[in-house]
């Protein structure tokens, strides 16, 4: 089996989103490259973009022009069924309000995307569990999304992007709904637990407290990648 360092390759990215017969360059010709074992942060200004190149990245939404490869694989080219079985065995996606299924307890909510997969019932629960264990939660498995703090839903959504063993982990403004105390646990969380050799984490954030947890940081304004650093 052959080994990919690079989990996401973007070459000249360009979307542009039509609405009511206007044009708006959302993505510019986006160049980057993210490796295994790295915690790469987007940053910059409400509108720049961010958004737009994660859900390039994530297979969520096509570019217009150019290219991105995750683990070697062009999620352009994909048919919709093969690009959302990639997505279900490479990508995991943390959203910023959690997304988590009110009526569901936090062993349920987890087993989510295995249940969909066709994996037994009682055996998405028992990976559930373990990966509840995991981000700390083992003692609140059957808690719903209500009997929980912010910080533990948050791991909940963490938990659950991770049960599938993805590669690339993406989050959408992870620590913005927590409080800063929360926040620096989630992100030291995510640093300790999710991010490993073979697996890449691309947060977008506005969050300056948690910008020294990146490894590289790409700054963006007006739909360009400004610098790296
Ligand atoms: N579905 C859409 N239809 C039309 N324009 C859109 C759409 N989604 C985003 N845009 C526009 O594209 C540009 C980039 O938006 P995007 O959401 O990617 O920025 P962002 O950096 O994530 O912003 P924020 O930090 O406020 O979430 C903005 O000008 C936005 O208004």
Known sequence: ??????AVRCRNIVKVYETGGQKVTALDGIDLDIATGELMMLVGPSGCGKTTLISVIAGILDQDEGSCEVFGKDLAAMSDQKKLAFRASHIGFVFQA?????????TENVSVP?????????EAERRANSILEEVGLGDRTTSLPAQLSG????????????IHDPGLIVCDEPTSALDHETGHTIMQLLKSTVLQANRALVIVTHDSRIFDFADRTAKMDDGRILKIM
């Not at 295995?114 to 009682?122: F, Q, S, Y």
């Open 114 to 122: 295995l249940l969909i997969n066709g994996v037994k019932r009682v």
């Open 151 to 162: 910080g533990q839903q948050q791991r909940v959504a963490i938990a659950r992007a991770l």
């Open 1 to 6: 089996m052959s080994v990919h360092t690079l």
């Open 98 to 106: 959690f997304n988590l299924l009110p009526s569901l307890t936090a």
